[in-house]
């Protein structure tokens, strides 16, 4: 059977997005002109509001991918001769650790494996052994296993010990709250095609500013400089590079949206009915998740992929997809699974027509129910 709609998208993001959306990516914009400036410099006003950051950071906006964004943080918050500890339960915790490999930083991993969130005790005892340790990063909601991370506890932690935390916030800011009035943090980084809906093309740090007053020099590139950046931005309201212009827009317009919903209380509430409807569904089926009830997060889950004989995860992929839904590859070392995502502009109806198509194609696969070996 095959849908002659585009396919839903439950993945992490890029993500299904509306139709006014889109839509906002058919004008043509001028990189220079004062028009586009100020729709980027609103942009990074609403951004701090949703954060409560307004009079303590600042919003650096980057183009390309979320990592590198990341990256870019990385490489200007953490001092050349400083020592990140690198909180680690997945991929993009792994990826931190990998980025700063390049860069040639010093830093120390707690690696939790793929189940279990790096234990604030854990990060305390690693702090007061260790002196050296300037920073500490952690992953908000490690999208590889759908885990959410105690950040609040991580972060108290942190600033009691006279550190300073960096999170990688790609899968979590916009649905999750965040208040830096409460929240003590130097960078928070995410991207445009979260949980705010927009479109693949920028991410943005939010930097405490007198944090961000003393980075000029640390940064190992010019293009991903956002000391550079934002004095550049301070300067001329403009970016330094070309822009992605109709990404900026389409994300202006996702920013709208997100507001009408009822900003992140609005955006939780109906990702957290998503993640209710998904698990129930899937666990009548007898699939299991990954991850205890107690971890799991509103953004992905995972579920172990059925023992049966017959499975076999491209089939049952193309099989889905024949039925309007694309879901997601497991990204996990050591066990089989895959990934469904519960963000984007999907809604109860959206869950429940993906569980009826993976029983449909259970069915045609000959497998009686989703249990793990």
Known sequence: MHQLREPYLLTPGPLTTSLATKSAMLRDWGSWDSDF??????????????????????????????????????ATLLPRDGKALVLMNGAYGQRMARILEYLGRNFMPLDMGDYLPPLPDQVEAMLDAD???THVAVVHCETSSGILNPLEAI???TQRQGRRLLVDAMSAFGALPIDARELPFDGLVASANKCFEGVPGFGFALLRRDALEQCQGNSHSLSLDLYDQWTAMERSGQWRFTPPTHVVAA????????????????????????????????????FHTLLADRWLSPIIVTFH??????FDFNLFYRLIKQRGF????????????????????????????????????????????????
């Open 326 to 373: 694309i879901i997601y590859p497991g990204k996990l070392t050591e066990v089989d699974s895959f990934r469904i995502g519960c963000i984007g502009q999907l809604f109860e109806e959206q869950m429940r027509g993906v569980l009826t198509a993976i029983r449909a194609v259970l069915d045609e696969m000959g497998i009686p129910d989703g249990s793990p070996r």
């Open 251 to 286: 994300f202006a317009s996702a920013l709208e949206q997100h507001e009408a919903e009822g900003g992140v209380a609005g955006r939780l509430a109906r990702y957290a009915r998503n993640k209710e409807v998904l698990v129930e569904g899937m666990r009548a089926m007898g």
């Open 131 to 133: 002196p050296g340790i």
């Open 305 to 310: 992929a059925p023992g049966h004989l017959h």
């Open 155 to 157: 972060a108290e932690i």
């Open 37 to 74: 400036n100020q729709l980027t410099a609103a942009i990074c006003r609403r951004l701090l509001t949703v954060a409560h950051a307004e009079a303590s950071h600042v919003c650096v906006p980057l183009q390309g991918s979320g990592t590198y964004a990341v990256e870019a943080a990385l």
